[in-house]
Nanobody, 123 residues
Framework: QVQLVESGGGLVQAGGSLRLSCAASGRTFSGYVMGWFRQAPGKEREFLAAIAWSGSSTYYADSVKGRFTISRDNAKNTVYLQMNSLKPGDTAVYYC????????????????WGQGTQVTVSS
């Protein structure tokens, strides 16, 4: 059974940092692109960042570029999202996802998703 389990969310003050982790299990994820998304109340799910299996390629949404960093440890089947300079507008449920690299970026829904972890940034 494939599982993506996020952790590391919580409450932080504006300007602070958090590191989210996503532990993947149940299959090998070689050949998968790993990504992070978030969804705030009343808003659509938003792409944040993605990283190729090799880790050599990363992609970021403009809204988080320069503040968030995605990385992966393939030996541990874990993906991370380092979040710095957090703002109240970053408050959301954060999701980890895995998409076969053979599918286009528009097909994240065809991959695997975690249950999410809540991040709350207070002003």
């Amino acid at each position: 059974q494939v599982q993506l389990v996020e952790s590391g969310g919580g409450l932080v003050q504006a300007g602070g940092s958090l590191r989210l982790s996503c532990a993947a299990s149940g299959r090998t994820f070689s050949g998968y692109v790993m990504g992070w998304f978030r969804q705030a109340p009343g808003k659509e799910r938003e792409f944040l960042a993605a990283i190729a299996w090799s880790g050599s390629s990363t992609y970021y949404a403009d809204s988080v570029k320069g503040r968030f960093t995605i990385s992966r440890d393939n030996a541990k089947n874990t993906v991370y999202l380092q979040m710095n300079s957090l703002k109240p507008g970053d408050t959301a449920v954060y999701y980890c996802a895995a998409r076969p690299a053979t599918l286009p970026a528009s097909k994240w829904q065809s991959g695997y998703w975690g249950q999410g972890t809540q991040v709350t940034v207070s002003s």
